[in-house]
């Protein structure tokens, strides 16, 4: 086959004129110019003036775009844009806002955050009372905290008195008088306050819980008598309000016996607080405290007609108070049957439903190194202190108030008793077994009524 020829491009002007050629070739044009081949130069646009052949003129070129699609045709793939999308999840795991949050995309990654704040205080476990209580409430509240708080409110005022050097004069004497005075074992009862017992304010006290008064039978002015009193609970608020205050009206219940509340001989030595409570009729527990009582006094100034209460359980039994439970702690306790014997005075059990219900404390059984301490306190001292707790002032669930539950204290029915000298320890078991049946028949009779919510029955322990 012949080869093609190829004419060569001829350099000079007339010849390149000739056969119709610009007028210098695209070498010489290079050399005089080196940017004109760059690829980074930006040639103008043409600029079309020419006409067409209808004599119209010719429009412009226009700009074009680079699509995704001449790309594809290129061979090149656009990015594609990832979608994602957030998915909350929430993990409660208790009703104080104690979960964790957690923020998950769809491509696995996780966030996790933390617990929200402020969770779990739209409701507290406190719940605090409101501001639009009646006035009789705000008394009953009033009475019952000035009670409880007695002993420490009266203490704190005579150490205020004796930070005031005006008042030495006074205070010193009185102090002698605290101490050589025999008012609460002498059984002449001359401090006692019927004005004082029978104040309005001791119904809103008691009206607190409220608490009842009831006889099981008719207790006749000529015999004289010994009330056991059970339980003690925390701080025996029942025995405060049926025999120290005419608030439960003892006096029409039981005409024509006085009866007087015994308490501990330690508190007679507690400045101003012993008036408080000798005004109240109040007297010491001790053995020369109760025959002094039950042989002085009345109309035939033999003790008839007088009548004394003793909480038989005292501190030990205390440690046993629990709500909807009755541990009496009186099978070894026999001190005081034999009083009775050899003053000749009646026994008269006292059953007070709903004094263990007033407070809650620490079970002895969770905490029993807690319960031994409480023992050896009560050992060396003679008293113990319960780790309890019930309602505050301005809430219901924590402080050291009472409960507001009923308190039912029933009566029951006198056990006679053969005056001895030297009590018979045959007769004494005798009178004590007696005095035991006679609280089992009204724990039986009246359980149904006044302790629904038990959880277990009358204990009998110690």
């Not at 704040?117 to 605090?128: L, N, R, T, V």
């Not at 400045?271 to 007297?283: F, H, N, Q, V």
């Not at 009566?411 to 006679?416: N, R, S």
């Amino acid at each position: 086959m012949a080869s093609a020829t190829l004419n060569a491009e001829s350099s000079l002007s007339r010849e390149r004129e000739k056969n119709q050629l610009p007028s210098e070739s695209y070498a010489n044009a290079v050399e005089q110019n080196p940017n004109l081949g760059s690829s980074n130069e930006q040639i103008p646009p043409a600029q079309y003036t020419g006409q067409g052949e209808d004599d119209t003129p010719r429009s412009p070129r226009k700009k074009t775009h680079k699509k995704s699609g001449s790309l594809r045709m290129n061979g090149h793939q656009p990015p594609k844009r990832k979608e994602t999308s957030i998915v909350v999840v929430e993990d409660f795991q208790d009703k104080d806002g104690e979960h964790l949050t957690g923020l998950k995309r769809n491509d696995t990654i996780e966030l996790v955050s933390g617990r929200k704040a402020g969770a779990g205080w739209e409701k507290s476990h406190i719940h605090f009372a409101p501001l639009s209580i009646p006035l009789k409430r705000r008394l009953q509240t009033l009475l019952v905290l000035a009670h409880t708080l007695s002993v420490a409110g009266l203490l704190t005022i005579f150490f205020l008195l004796c930070a005031i050097p005006l008042f030495w004069p006074i205070l010193v004497p009185y102090l002698l008088y605290v101490i050589l005075s025999a008012a609460p074992h002498s059984g002449n009862l001359s401090h006692r306050s019927d004005f004082l017992r029978s104040l309005k304010i001791w119904s809103l006290f008691a009206s607190y819980f409220p608490a009842r008064l009831h006889r099981s039978a008719e207790l006749p002015s000529t015999r004289k008598y010994v009330f056991g009193y059970h339980p003690h609970g925390i701080i025996s608020h029942g025995a405060f309000a049926a025999f120290a205050t005419e608030a439960l009206g003892f006096s029409k219940l039981f005409p024509g016996i006085t009866n007087t509340l015994l308490t501990l001989d330690n508190n007679f030595r507690v400045p101003l607080y012993r008036d408080y409570a000798l005004a109240m009729g109040l007297a010491s527990v001790s053995r020369e405290s109760c025959e002094n009582i039950l042989s002085r006094g009345g109309p035939n100034k033999e003790g008839m007609g007088r009548a004394i209460t003793i909480v038989v359980g005292g501190a030990r039994e205390s440690l046993d108070a629990q709500p909807h439970s009755l541990r009496l702690v009186l099978k070894r306790r026999k001190g005081f049957i034999k009083l009775a014997i050899r003053t000749g005075a009646d026994l008269v059990p006292v059953l007070a439903f709903g004094e263990n219900e007033l407070y809650d404390q620490v079970q002895s059984e969770q905490h029993p190194l807690i319960h031994r301490m409480q023992l050896v306190v009560k050992k060396v001292m003679g008293f113990t202190i319960p780790l309890f707790h019930a309602r505050g002032v301005f809430n219901y669930d924590m402080g050291l108030m009472p409960y507001r539950r009923p308190l039912n204290i029933v009566v029951g029915k006198p056990i006679k008793v053969v005056q001895q000298g030297k009590p018979d320890d045959a007769y004494v078991d005798t009178i004590h077994a007696l005095y035991v049946s006679e609280l089992e028949r009204i724990w039986q009779e009246w359980k149904d009524q006044f302790a629904m919510e038990r959880t277990s029955e009358l204990e009998i322990v110690e």
